[in-house]
């Protein structure tokens, strides 16, 4: 049984692809990096992370992305014996424009070093490569249409200008022959997400719909030729929850289809599992797997006779779900980050952070503020459960108020909360909270813990955050004295989530658990982290 979704937590815009008994997903990473994050699978079942191929600065440097900028959507294939990832390096949100160029990388194997990206357009995001039985390939995109009034976090129909189809040419690396759009979308609108596939003489070409939030969809359509006229689903939506909102899986769209070497079928999708009462994912967009049948009718269907997908779907003969451990340790020993942290924007990771100045420590060297789109020292994992805690513990002796360093929840520079050691000019030493609760544009600090509370001039402190739901409370005590003490009032945690302060549409990611240091003065001061673990409650 495949209970969704199978990848927990931040996981977005979902691109399956099967090479023989090996399943692989990419999902977006947007403004964190590495780029790309693919997971492996050989049953359908149990998911393991294996490769984020955008490692190097030459395939992607998003220092001054904004927020939710970075990569968006990228679509893995296989064909004449190598992987092709496809994906936009998204450097404008706000404002009518996207500026979205569209990159090509290739490797002879997922973990193999990938190749320097190729570039292709920049007419508009989401991009997708078809590899046709005749040899032929051809790149699909949603255009994106400026001169409509579609601004960040206020998505309007007009803007999403259909689906460009081109022909790519691989020994030349570029496009060519006419450009045509193949397909204006459903009257949901918002048409974008583009994969193409071949069944039985027809071109298939699945499409989100309706935006990412509650309206979401997956759209269907075919034609027997691929560039189109394409005809609509009988049901016009092959998945969607939107005129359901009791249903577990919202905000369910934009999604990949996948047939087992039986001819079993598949369809990945985006979901969001919201909390009440404010309705609010603070998983951010995870990744589910629905069954799917073909009729007579050659359509795709639901195998459950709806387009609301389920939380348990039927799985490949055998497969057994692997019991997750509810605790994560992370102790920093093994010279490298584990491969469940990311970081933000750079490709230098080394001005941020080092696990080799201080063997069996995370150090970070602070820079910039916390929320700043270029350098900003601050190392974390996804949030994959509604409730967690999470703890650290931090060596960290500033000299001024500007030097903070500590433990964050975070989403972007408008959403977080963070606990910290700093230096107050009266209290000495302290223990203190830093909260954006989702004031965008502003992005506002208030202070729930008021200047802090004073600890000793030296020694480690530990930091913690527990978070139930909707509520946040955070800790601290002096490493191997006393208890835990708690600090501040209950913060709002569902407020890091991509409905939190500016709403739906607003931002798309996800929330993370991690640490963090800037030192605004420029010195660079360093933070060492002994450990971190990672709690499910």
């Known amino acids: 049984m495949i209970r969704n979704p199978i990848l927990p937590g931040f996981n977005p815009d979902p691109s399956i692809c099967r090479v023989g008994a090996d399943y692989y997903i990419a999902t977006s990473t947007f403004e964190w990096y590495p780029g790309v994050q693919i997971h492996h699978s050989r049953d359908l079942v149990n998911w393991t992370l294996v490769r984020r191929p955008l490692e190097r600065k030459s395939q992607l440097d998003m220092r001054g992305n904004p927020d939710s900028c970075g990569i968006w959507a990228p679509c893995l294939s296989y064909a004449d014996g190598q992987f092709w990832l496809v994906y936009t390096d998204v450097k404008r949100y706000d404002g009518n424009f996207k500026d979205a160029p569209n990159y090509i990388v290739t490797a002879p194997t997922i973990e193999a070093d990938w190749s320097e990206p190729v570039y292709v357009n920049s007419s508009g995001f989401d991009p997708s490569l078809f590899h046709d039985d005749d040899g032929r390939k051809w790149f699909v995109n949603m255009q994106w249409n400026h001169r409509t009034e579609s601004y960040g976090g206020s998505p309007k129909s007009p803007a999403f200008d259909g689906i460009l189809l081109q022909e790519w040419d691989p020994a030349a690396k570029a496009l060519k022959g006419p450009i045509k ?67 577990v899986l919202q905000r369910a769209g934009h999604g ?16 969001g599992r919201p909390l009440p009462p404010k309705r609010r994912c603070t998983l951010g967009r995870e990744t589910s797997l ?19 997908p389920d939380v348990d779907v039927p799985g490949l003969f ?42 069996g420590h995370l150090r970070l060297i602070a820079r910039e503020s916390i929320g700043s789109w270029f350098e900003q020292s601050l190392v974390a994992r996804r949030q994959e459960h509604h409730s967690f805690r999470a703890e650290t513990v931090i060596e960290f002796s500033p000299d001024t108020y500007q030097q903070v360093g500590g433990l964050t929840h975070y989403y972007n520079r408008h959403k977080f909360h963070a606990v910290a050691v700093t230096l107050h000019e009266t209290l000495g030493r302290c223990v203190t909270i830093l909260s954006c609760n989702g004031d965008y544009p502003n992005g506002r600090l208030s202070f729930p813990a008021d200047s802090g509370v004073a600890i000793a001039a030296e020694g480690r402190v530990q930091l913690a955050m527990e978070i139930r739901e909707n509520d946040l409370q955070f800790f601290w005590q002096t490493e191997g004295k006393g208890a835990w003490q708690p600090i501040g009032p209950i913060l709002d945690a569902g407020v890091i989530s991509d409905e939190g302060g500016r709403g739906e549409h607003g931002s798309f990611t996800g929330a993370f658990a991690g640490v963090f240091a800037f030192d605004t003065s420029g010195r660079a001061k360093a933070a060492d982290f002994d450990w971190f673990n990672y709690d499910e409650l």
Not at 290 to 306: I, P, S
């Open 256 to 271: 990949q289809y996948v047939e087992t070497p039986e001819g079993e079928a598949y369809h990945t999708h985006l979901c």
């Open 318 to 359: 055998g497969a057994v779900p692997v019991e997750k451990p509810m605790r994560s340790e992370y102790n920093f020993d093994g010279g490298t980050l584990p491969a469940d942290f990311q970081w933000l924007r750079t490709p230098e990771p080394e001005r941020i952070f080092n696990l080799t100045d201080r063997p």
């Open 290 to 308: 629905q069954k799917c049948v073909w009729r007579d009718d050659d359509w795709l269907y639901l195998e459950n006779g709806t387009s609301v």
């Open 181 to 247: 759009n193949i397909f204006a979308g459903s009257p949901l609108g918002l048409v974008e997400g583009p994969h193409l596939f071949k069944r039985n003489g027809w071109y298939y070409l699945t499409t989100a719909e309706g935006g990412t939030g509650y309206d979401h969809a997956v759209t269907m359509a075919r034609s027997r030729k691929i560039d189109g006229p394409y005809e609509m689903h009988p049901n016009m939506h092959l998945i969607t929850s939107k005129d359901h909102p009791g249903a």
